[in-house]
């Protein structure tokens, strides 16, 4: 099956939560013609968000794809629509499907205009050099200004907004859309739910307007394009529509420039015109760049796959969801071929996988596929072993596409199943949830016979109980969200030994081990080739014989057992490195239970004599601010012992990047909020451990 890849487009929606997103998609995949029936979010039927979780709030955190057909001037296009989550605690989702994506709409609220969260996911895009247009949406909501919103993407985004449209009245007499290319107004109505467009001359009131626009927008167009500047200089008239659009579409691509157009998703006004513009001005996945990634075998060779069939296969793994066929695992294909049947090869951990079945996704259904190609996006049924960031390529020439990477947790807590029931379920569940959501860690530990679930935030967390509960209605008492520390050490201890010894009548107990340990970093770890497992090196330094070999890897797991566990307050230690340097056996008592506990009890004792200190998460923190509330604001991250790392200006607002300890974030989007009026925001992600001044630590360890 040969798809003609300049008919394909994999676009994504992004948006500040309430723009409308949710209303949009709906209607992309109604005028698509995969469903038939118009669901709204106010009454929780939206397809895309499938979860009830996600109709309760509103918003979409899930990452999902979905092929919408589409015919563009008489041909067949495929459009691939990439959800992607508007909630900005969810960073690391924004930027999974940032990097699978063409193109995006971003949709701005025509009454607010640019809010600080769409400044947050504008900039998320912009790392990502991902080609973007605009829809100023809720152009019939009492109080919308298109001008005022079309200011703000230049004033508060800086960024090159080109309106290629604009409304035809606004609020309650909202009516069209005057297309600026060609000087045409466009009609839809609610009563055959805006499937058909009326075009219609420019009402008379709006002429000079019109003019007033074009002539803005083909000076815009032509001062980026080298091209057309004599035509525009000499007579901008002789200029063609086809000109124009071909050139506004290299622009786009080049990210130089983002069209602007306007409707009203709820009065299905305009929703096509945005579907015409994705095929206009979006790239195609040939327009964008090569894909980038290395040599397995050696991680310094880069290399790249162009987007051909003829191409050793590669693929990138963006989203894993446990489904009722079976594990779906959505790929987006880079380059070469994948058919049913095959075993394609996961580099990252070495295993084959075999792909049973390919399913293009559609909001309702499901098309089986026999093989796919190069810029598609299609879900797989049969992958065991793979999860989101991995890549998939041809077995015999591997290569690995840059990894997406996930920091490690933050934030824990416990979570207790009710029932004997409750609790085998509940194991599943954490299972099939850690599969399709690689920031989330579930851990049990078997002295306390608790149950830790750990995230990227209190919201992460609460999300994931209310999948538990709601969705899966596993019965869990849960406890609150607590820091996750680390346990370390700032200095050495030299010879600490572990003697663990019994003698209980018939056969004894005899475990004798002795360890040096010191702190070390993990580049520190890496650069002297020593591996490092969990934050912690091992190192057999035993002269022969002193442990008789068998026991030896008994000593390292009660070492590692005990690290986990933490020494001064329960916390996982790291930066740790353990010389196993002597110890002693004895012929009839010695036995593998004996060392690890001697391994034990050796670790604890030096670890206490070398100055343990407690690590905490530091937090990565970007504040979109007006600027008149930088001085609030940045005191106020004084305040939360943070560290401002950068400050500019983007047009009307600041962004301040700080790096805030996370013990002192709890309910700090609330607090900016109310700070700011309303008018900041601010998304975090974890970005360090760091050591806490000791008055804190004391104040953590004593309320345990
Ligand atoms: P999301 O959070 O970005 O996904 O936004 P939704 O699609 O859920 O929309 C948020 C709210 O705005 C809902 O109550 C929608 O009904 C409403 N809404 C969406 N589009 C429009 C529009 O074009 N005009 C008006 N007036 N309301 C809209």
Not at 392 to 406: A, G, N, S, V, W
Not at 437 to 444: E, L
């Amino acid at each position: 099956m040969a798809i003609d890849l300049n008919k394909v487009r994999n676009i994504g929606i992004c948006a500040h939560i309430d723009a409308g997103k949710t209303t949009v998609t709906e209607r992309i995949l109604f005028y698509t013609g995969k469903i038939y029936k118009v669901g709204e979010v106010h009454e929780g039927t939206a397809t895309m968000d499938s979860l009830q979780e996600e109709q309760e709030r509103g918003i979409t955190i899930q990452s999902a794809a979905t092929t919408c057909p589409y015919t563009f001037r008489g041909d067949d296009y495929k459009i691939n629509l990439i959800d992607t989550p508007g909630h900005v605690d969810f960073t690391i989702e924004v930027e999974r499907s940032l990097r699978v994506l063409d193109g995006a709409v971003a949709v701005f609220d025509g009454k607010e205009g640019v809010e600080a969260q769409s400044e947050t996911v504008w900039r998320q895009a912009d790392r990502y050099g991902v080609p973007r247009m605009c829809l100023i949406n809720k152009m019939d909501k009492l109080g919308a200004d298109f001008d005022f919103s079309f200011k703000s993407l230049r004033t508060r985004l800086g960024a090159n907004a080109i309106a290629i449209q604009i409304p035809i009245g606004f609020g309650n007499d909202f009516k069209g859309i005057i297309d600026l290319m060609t000087m045409k107004a466009m009609y839809w109505t609610a009563e055959d739910q805006g499937v058909n467009v009326t075009i219609k001359d420019i009402p008379a009131d709006l002429q000079d307007a019109a003019e007033l626009w074009r002539g803005e927008m083909v000076e815009k167009i032509a001062e980026i394009d080298d091209s057309l500047t004599e035509k525009f200089l000499t007579d901008p008239s002789t200029i063609t529509v086809e000109e124009l659009k071909a050139s506004l579409r290299r622009s786009v691509i080049g990210l130089k420039c983002f069209p602007v157009l306007c409707g009203s998703a709820l009065k299905y006004v305009g929703i096509q015109s945005v579907l015409d513009a994705v095929v206009e001005y979006l790239p195609n996945p040939t327009e964008r760049p090569d894909v980038v990634g290395v040599d397995p075998n050696d991680p310094s060779v880069h290399m790249t796959r162009p987007h051909s069939a003829d191409a050793p296969f590669s693929a990138l793994v963006f989203k894993v969801v446990a489904d009722v066929a079976g594990t779906l695992t959505y790929i987006r294909v880079y380059s070469g071929k994948l058919e049913k049947g095959m075993r394609v090869l996961n580099p990252v951990n070495g295993r084959k996988e075999n792909v049973s079945r390919l399913y293009e996704m559609h909001a309702q259904n499901r098309t089986a596929l026999d093989d796919t190609g190069p810029g598609q996006i299609v879900a797989v049924v049969g992958l065991k072993d793979s999860y989101t960031g991995d890549t998939l390529c041809d077995q015999d020439k591997p290569i690995i596409l840059e990894r997406m990477t996930f920091p490690e947790p933050v934030i824990s807590m416990s979570i207790e199943p009710q029932t004997a029931d409750d609790k085998k379920k509940l194991g599943e569940a954490l299972t099939t949830i850690r599969r399709e959501d690689p920031s989330f860690r579930s851990n049990y530990n078997e002295e306390t016979g608790e149950t830790i679930i750990s995230g990227m935030g209190e919201l992460h967390l609460e999300i994931i109980k209310n999948k538990l509960v709601r969705d899966m209605k596993i019965g869990v008492n849960v406890g609150k969200p607590r820091v996750s520390y680390r346990e370390t050490i700032t200095g050495m201890a030299k010879d600490v030994r572990g003697l663990f010894k019994k003698q209980t009548g018939g056969r004894g107990q005899y475990g004798d081990a002795v360890v040096t340990i010191r702190p070390i970093t993990a580049e520190e770890a890496e650069a002297e080739e020593l591996e490092m497992e969990n934050g912690v090196v091992f190192v057999d330094a035993v002269p022969g014989g002193a442990i008789p070999r068998e026991f030896i890897p008994s000593v390292e797991y009660g070492i590692r057992q005990a690290a986990a566990s933490g020494v001064i307050g329960g916390y996982p230690v790291i930066n740790v490195r353990v010389d196993l340097v002597f110890g002693s056996s004895h012929d009839v008592d010695s036995n593998q239970i004996a060392f690890e506990q001697a391994g034990a009890m050796a670790f604890r004792e030096a670890f206490t004599r070398a100055g343990p200190a407690l690590l905490e998460p530091i937090m990565k923190v970007v504040i979109t601010t007006p600027d008149e509330f930088f001085g609030n604001v940045s005191g106020d991250v004084a305040s939360r012992r943070g560290q401002i790392i950068d400050s500019e200006m983007r047009g009307a607002s600041r962004q301040i990047t700080a790096e805030v300890p996370l013990s002192e974030l709890f309910g700090y989007t609330t607090a900016l909020r109310s700070m700011t009026q309303g008018r900041a925001a601010a998304s975090m992600e974890p970005l360090t451990y760091r050591q806490m001044p000791e008055r804190l630590k004391l104040e953590v360890l004593a309320n345990q």
